[in-house]
């Protein structure tokens, strides 16, 4: 599938089938997110891959959804912030990066034929938590990851014209 058919596509998927995610999706998956650019190259995040049967009652103290649970795997962005590109303002790109590893790992799942759905309404230190996390890590986002069983809802999106400016704002 072509890049522009590829995000007509993808949708946030909030219905898992049973079916397992295989090792070879699910490693270009992180190979998409370990090519995706950061701030100097830092690459200061990890990806954890957590298999949530067994363990949903802990995960729902991180997003009370049920099927969030539901899906075969769940990934987690972290990124250690100490160890991210600061723009000369201060500005902390940990987030940028982050947000740029996660889009990889969503639209690389969308053309394998895997759902995912974007997580940033989690509670951070239950995530801390489940994750075992040091403390120089953060929580940024997390996605299910598995076979859709839903349908997607038709997209609304602004017009382009509310969206783009040219030269200034």
Same mark, same amino acid.
């Given at each position: 599938?072509? %890049?522009?058919?590829?995000?007509?596509?993808?949708?946030?998927?909030?219905?898992?089938?049973?079916?397992?995610? *295989?090792?070879?999706?699910?490693?270009?998956?992180? *190979?998409?997110?370990?090519?995706?650019?950061?701030?100097?190259?830092?690459?200061? %995040?990890?990806?954890?891959?957590?298999?949530?049967?067994?363990? *949903? *009652?802990?995960?729902?103290?991180?997003?009370?959804?049920?099927? %969030?649970?539901?899906?075969?795997?769940?990934?987690?962005?972290?990124?250690?912030?100490?160890?991210?590109?600061?723009?000369?303002?201060?500005?902390?790109?940990?987030?940028?990066?982050?947000?740029?590893?996660?889009?990889?790992?969503?639209?690389?799942?969308?053309?394998?034929?895997?759902?995912?759905?974007?997580?940033?309404?989690?509670?951070?230190?239950?995530?801390?938590?489940? @994750?075992? @996390?040091?403390?120089?890590?953060?929580?940024?986002? %997390?996605?299910?990851?598995?076979?859709?069983?839903?349908?997607?809802?038709?997209?609304?999106?602004?017009?382009?014209?509310? @969206?783009?400016?040219?030269?200034?704002?």
């Amino acid at each position: 599938m072509d %890049f522009a058919e590829l995000i007509q596509k993808r949708y946030s998927v909030r219905a898992f089938r049973p079916l397992p995610v *295989e090792d070879q999706k699910l490693n270009t998956i992180l *190979e998409a997110a370990r090519l995706a650019p950061t701030a100097a190259n830092r690459q200061p %995040f990890k990806v954890i891959v957590i298999t949530p049967k067994g363990r *949903e *009652e802990g995960l729902r103290r991180v997003y009370d959804a049920d099927w %969030f649970v539901t899906a075969p795997l769940i990934l987690a962005v972290v990124g250690t912030p100490a160890k991210n590109w600061s723009r000369r303002d201060g500005k902390n790109y940990n987030d940028v990066d982050t947000a740029i590893v996660m889009d990889h790992i969503v639209l690389q799942a969308a053309d394998l034929g895997l759902g995912t759905c974007w997580i940033g309404a989690f509670d951070p230190q239950a995530a801390r938590a489940v @994750l075992g @996390l040091p403390s120089d890590a953060e929580p940024v986002a %997390f996605t299910p990851l598995g076979y859709a069983a839903d349908n997607p809802k038709a997209k609304h999106r602004r017009p382009l014209a509310e @969206l783009v400016a040219y030269e200034r704002w």
